[in-house]
């Protein structure tokens, strides 16, 4: 297959074999028309968000206004192995322009799963309403970055509940460094699934911290310094993508 980044990409539910005929969603086909131009023998991507990827090639363009008819047709398609431990997001969400950053930013690092947490120094508590928006930021974010696999997203929860139901080993932070005495260190006894937790701007209280560790999850640092949520996430996902490469 050539190179991702000179292919548009699109999002298909379930990507047909190889030979056989995809037909984009009307949403797709019609940004594929009237904003990126495509024209028959274009060549494209097609991400399922479950991990399969596929090079097609544009065959029509569809009639009407929103171009029901357009399909192309499947050349090669490529399962592609999923990256271990799994990565599950937990953050306070900051206020609506910056979540969807927050968002976008964990799609583009491989998280597979991420749960807003509802915190008492929280600038934002949005509902569930707010979920088919960040839904659409994480689908953006995969074609752009050509990631496979599309994060699931929970609705927002009270930090205490999903504690109670039991979580993944994993980190909290970025607390400052020197705060415990650690510095930044992989996540000891990692199964299927490593949890990363971000706190609002104004840090999780001393009743969540206590719960926190309660729970097995251990402070990370990144640094000397507080960290604003938007910073925080790729800075502590970065650096555990980084530690995961070189374990």
Same mark, same amino acid.
């Given at each position: 297959?050539?190179?991702?980044?000179?292919?548009?990409?699109?999002?298909?539910?379930?990507?047909?074999?190889?030979?056989?005929?995809?037909?984009?969603?009307?949403?797709?086909?019609?940004?594929?028309?009237?904003?990126?131009?495509?024209?028959?023998?274009?060549?494209?991507?097609?991400?399922?968000?479950?991990?399969?990827?596929?090079?097609?090639?544009?065959?029509?363009?569809?009639?009407?206004?929103?171009?029901?008819?357009?399909?192309?047709?499947?050349?090669?398609?490529?399962?592609?192995?999923?990256?271990?431990?799994?990565?599950?997001?937990?953050?306070?969400?900051?206020?609506?322009?910056?979540?969807?950053?927050?968002?976008?930013?964990?799609?583009?690092?491989?998280?597979?799963?991420?749960?807003?947490?509802?915190?008492?120094?929280?600038?934002?508590?949005?509902?569930?309403?707010?979920?088919?928006?960040?839904?659409?930021?994480?689908?953006?974010?995969?074609?752009?970055?050509?990631?496979?696999?599309?994060?699931?997203?929970?609705? /927002?929860? &009270? #930090?205490?509940?999903?504690?109670?139901?039991? @979580?993944? *080993?994993?980190?909290?932070?970025?607390?400052? !460094?020197? %705060?415990?005495?650690?510095?930044?260190?992989? /996540?000891? &006894? #990692?199964?299927?699934?490593?949890?990363?937790? @971000?706190? *609002?701007?104004?840090?999780?209280?001393?009743? !969540?911290? %206590?719960?926190?560790?309660?729970?097995?999850?251990?402070?990370?640092?990144?640094?000397?310094?507080?960290?604003? @949520?938007?910073?925080?996430?790729?800075?502590?996902?970065?650096?555990? %993508?980084?530690?995961?490469?070189?374990?």
């Amino acid at each position: 297959m050539g190179p991702l980044m000179q292919i548009r990409r699109f999002h298909i539910e379930t990507i047909p074999a190889p030979g056989e005929q995809a037909h984009l969603a009307p949403e797709e086909a019609a940004h594929a028309v009237r904003v990126l131009r495509l024209r028959p023998g274009d060549r494209v991507w097609l991400l399922d968000g479950a991990g399969c990827r596929a090079e097609a090639v544009v065959e029509d363009l569809g009639m009407g206004r929103r171009h029901e008819g357009f399909c192309c047709r499947v050349l090669e398609r490529v399962v592609v192995a999923e990256a271990l431990p799994r990565v599950r997001l937990y953050v306070a969400p900051p206020r609506a322009a910056l979540m969807s950053q927050v968002v976008r930013c964990a799609t583009e690092l491989g998280v597979r799963r991420l749960t807003p947490i509802l915190c008492r120094y929280g600038v934002a508590r949005p509902d569930g309403s707010a979920v088919q928006g960040w839904r659409r930021d994480a689908l953006a974010a995969m074609k752009q970055s050509g990631n496979p696999f599309l994060p699931e997203i929970d609705g /927002p929860t &009270d #930090l205490t509940v999903c504690l109670a139901g039991g @979580v993944e *080993p994993g980190v909290f932070g970025a607390v400052p !460094e020197g %705060a415990d005495g650690n510095g930044p260190r992989a /996540p000891a &006894d #990692l199964g299927a699934w490593v949890g990363v937790w @971000v706190g *609002p701007e104004g840090g999780f209280t001393a009743e !969540e911290e %206590a719960a926190l560790r309660g729970a097995g999850l251990r402070p990370w640092s990144v640094g000397h310094w507080v960290l604003r @949520v938007e910073t925080a996430v790729p800075a502590l996902l970065g650096l555990l %993508a980084g530690m995961m490469i070189h374990d």
